[in-house]
């Protein structure tokens, strides 16, 4: 991990990120400073340095992408987190949405299906001090062992909201999803305000890579 070096350079275009993150509407001030904690380039390959602080999605391997900022800064407001709230993460991908999280001072689970992402992000985030815990596995079952969680993000785009994952939502907790089948999906806010009450809110479009089922071996990963 000899190349995880946060200079000057880096520190002056992720401050200029956060400004533009908070031009385009982002408002809480505890996500931007998380945004400004967590080195996004070392998230990324080494090839898209110079690109780590720019509004966009890029490949992280096994088909998959680091989230747009912009859109983590969304989800994140969405899911408005306070410290030591137990957060459900689905898709850990590269690590960087997951480190936001823990930056928050929530205590995170993390779940990523493709076996090679998992190993790498667990390195990365190890290296990186945060303390979550991430799994390897199919993030349609949730976590059942920590369930309740009192907020889920969904980090990949599902065709409908997982049964399992409403049930692992505490009461008084919020779940934030993308939900299509399509290029795009909408953004959910589901509260869970008793045992069988639930509300929903569409929070605007988005694409992100599909949530699919089953888990990937490292051994059938095509590179
Ligand atoms: N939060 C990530 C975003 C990665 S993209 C980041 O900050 O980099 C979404 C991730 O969801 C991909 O890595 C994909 O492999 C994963 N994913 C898709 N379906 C999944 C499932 N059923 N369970 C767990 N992870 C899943």
């Given at each position: 991990?000899?190349?995880?070096?946060?200079?000057?350079?880096?520190?002056?275009?992720?401050?200029l990120?956060?400004?533009?993150?908070?031009e385009?509407?982002i408002k809480?001030q505890?996500?931007?400073?998380?945004?400004n904690?967590?080195?996004?380039?070392?998230?990324m390959?080494?090839?898209?340095?110079d690109?780590?602080?720019?509004n966009?999605?890029f490949?992280?391997?096994?088909?998959?992408t680091i989230?747009?900022?912009?859109?983590?800064?969304f989800?994140?407001e969405?899911?408005e987190?306070?410290?030591?709230l137990?957060?459900?993460?689905i898709?850990?991908?590269?690590?960087?949405?997951?480190?936001?999280?823990?930056?928050?001072?929530?205590r995170?689970?993390?779940i990523?299906?493709?076996q090679?992402?998992?190993v790498k992000?667990?390195?990365?985030?190890?290296h990186?001090?945060?303390?979550?815990?991430?799994?390897?596995?199919?993030?349609?079952?949730?976590?059942?062992?920590?369930?309740?969680?009192?907020?889920?993000?969904?980090t990949?785009?599902?065709p409908?909201?997982?049964?399992?994952?409403l049930?692992?939502?505490?009461?008084?907790?919020?779940?934030?999803?993308?939900?299509?089948?399509?290029?795009?999906q909408?953004m959910?806010?589901?509260k869970?305000s008793?045992?069988?009450?639930?509300?929903?809110?569409e929070?605007?479009?988005?694409?992100?890579v599909?949530?699919?089922?089953?888990?990937?071996?490292?051994k059938d990963t095509k590179?």
């Amino acid at each position: 991990m000899d190349h995880l070096k946060d200079t000057y350079r880096h520190q002056g275009k992720r401050k200029l990120l956060v400004e533009e993150l908070g031009e385009m509407g982002i408002k809480d001030q505890r996500v931007l400073n998380a945004f400004n904690a967590v080195p996004r380039h070392f998230f990324m390959d080494l090839a898209l340095d110079d690109l780590a602080y720019t509004n966009g999605a890029f490949h992280i391997g096994s088909g998959q992408t680091i989230s747009h900022p912009y859109t983590v800064a969304f989800q994140t407001e969405l899911i408005e987190l306070t410290p030591k709230l137990k957060v459900l993460e689905i898709g850990t991908g590269s690590g960087f949405q997951t480190c936001i999280l823990c930056e928050l001072g929530a205590r995170v689970y993390s779940i990523e299906r493709h076996q090679d992402l998992h190993v790498k992000a667990t390195q990365l985030i190890k290296h990186l001090k945060y303390d979550p815990r991430l799994k390897y596995g199919d993030g349609y079952q949730g976590w059942p062992s920590y369930a309740p969680f009192d907020r889920i993000l969904v980090t990949c785009g599902a065709p409908d909201v997982p049964e399992e994952l409403l049930k692992q939502l505490a009461v008084g907790g919020i779940m934030v999803i993308p939900v299509g089948e399509g290029e795009e999906q909408r953004m959910l806010r589901i509260k869970r305000s008793s045992e069988v009450d639930f509300t929903s809110e569409e929070l605007g479009t988005f694409k992100f890579v599909p949530m699919l089922e089953r888990r990937v071996d490292i051994k059938d990963t095509k590179r």
